[in-house]
């Protein structure tokens, strides 16, 4: 793999059609298949992206470490089962410990968020999630995670794992967005909470 990828449109929209055509992409990078790489890529980069800036704020930092998340799905395409998970969930835990772990090694910021429910959030984004979990053991985080309501998990996971905004996750729940921002902020005091015994 030694030239380097662009980026492309979005995934398709029919989840169904477009999680088939992402498994059958797999198969074909696990089988050293570049064309079938590059598509990957332009299918996907953009939501990948997303994820990846939301967790780093750094443009020029995301860029890089997209790069190297699509490297490593080369390296890795085999490992991915389709029975164990979509093919988005698998390159966004790719993308979200690859940014964690360059966050790590820059060790340039600070993830301190002493109140929740006081952080603004600009663009609509979820940035306190990745902060949070940014810094956490993630076996432990799944433990807290586990003991919170369940709307609440959903839509943290959803939020980080996905890269949805409020918005787009109180559209796909059919609630106003007022009650997603309520139920993900004490979702994420409980969280916080947990993580902080």
Excluded at 35 to 60: C, E, F, P
Excluded at 68 to 75: C, G, K, L, P, Q
Excluded at 132 to 151: F, K
Aim: hydrophobic share 45%; with cysteine; glycine share 6%.
């Amino acid at each position: 793999m030694s030239h380097q990828l662009q980026p492309g449109p979005k995934l398709v929209q029919d989840a169904d059609a477009g999680r088939a055509v992402l498994v059958d992409l797999l198969r074909g990078v696990a089988a050293q298949d570049q064309h079938a790489l590059q598509r990957l890529y332009a299918l996907t980069s953009a939501k990948i992206n997303g994820v990846i800036h939301r967790i780093m704020g750094d443009t020029a930092m995301a860029e890089e470490v997209l790069q190297d998340v699509y490297v490593n799905v080369w390296r890795k395409a085999a490992s991915f089962n389709p029975a164990f998970g979509s093919p988005i969930t698998w390159l966004a835990s790719i993308a979200r410990n690859k940014a964690i772990d360059r966050l790590r090694s820059e060790r340039s910021r600070s993830f301190a968020t002493d109140n929740i429910d006081d952080v603004e959030l600009v663009d609509g984004s979820l940035p306190v999630v990745e902060r949070l979990i940014a810094t956490q053991d993630n076996a432990r985080l799944m433990g807290c995670l586990a003991l919170i309501d369940t709307y609440q998990q959903h839509a943290i996971r959803a939020a980080f794992f996905e890269g949805l905004t409020y918005d787009e996750l109180a559209r796909r729940e059919g609630v106003p967005l007022s009650t997603m921002k309520s139920r993900i902020r004490r979702g994420l005091t409980k969280l916080r909470t947990c993580l902080d015994r």
